[in-house]
């Protein structure tokens, strides 16, 4: 994680930080205040912990992650070299941004959820940005969410292209199961209901309900328990689900509701770094 976080920085900085070089001498320690400019989930706190302890950089951390945070409040007060603070602000602050925002739109759906279905879970998918996979995936818990999977290796995905090459559910969910490690579970996307029971009756342990409406959800669930298979299996819903229709599909009785829309859709919130004071 260092390692990334090193990079990040190099890429920002390039040789060297030319206007601070200029203005800001050597030897000059300053205190400074990440403030929020609004409300909402704090996320990447840690992160900025490791980015500043990478510079000799003391930081003391009102907020932790996952905390509330309103418009005016601090959330991390550091202090050092002023060039290194400047050095790593902006960073720092787009990575934090990034994740509360994350962080705050998935508090919020799961809030909305939880209030119809107390026991789904709101899930991202992998539809983050290159590279900051691990930091939004992070955010998303940090709300309160689940991560599903970071990589392709957590967990066999048989999507409706796979089963087109493999000729059916059933042959593609066969060929998995006698490749990966019994410690891997298999889950299997289907877009009509029916397919959930065959997903299910050829041994899936997770079957994705994918871009169907709250009716057709419903009809699956029904599907699968009257062939007696809705015990065996973890039911997710995902695909076209926004707050706006949310809260019908976590009334279904799914287990799991999965959104790109948290990752693809957060707005950033807002945070800045003001110095207060030099020694």
Known sequence: MID????????DVGF????TEAIVERGTVAVADVIAGEEGIIAGVDVAWLIAAEFGIEIERLKMDGDPVKAGERVIILEGEASDILK???TMLNLMMRMSGIATLTRSMLERVRAVNPDVRIAATRKTTPGLQWF???AVKVGG??????RLDDCAMIK???IAIAGSVGDAVRRVKEHVSFTKKVEVEVERPGDAVLAADAGADIILLDNMNPVDVRKALEELESAGLRDRVIVEASGGIKPENVDKYASTGVDVISMGFITTSAHPVDLSLEIRELK
């Open 4 to 11: 990334i976080l090193r990079e990040m920085i190099r890429a």
């Open 16 to 19: 060297e930080d030319i206007t």
């Open 88 to 90: 790593i602000e902006r």
């Open 136 to 138: 939004e995936k992070q």
């Open 145 to 150: 969410g689940d991560t599903h999977r970071f």
């Open 160 to 162: 409706d292209n796979h």
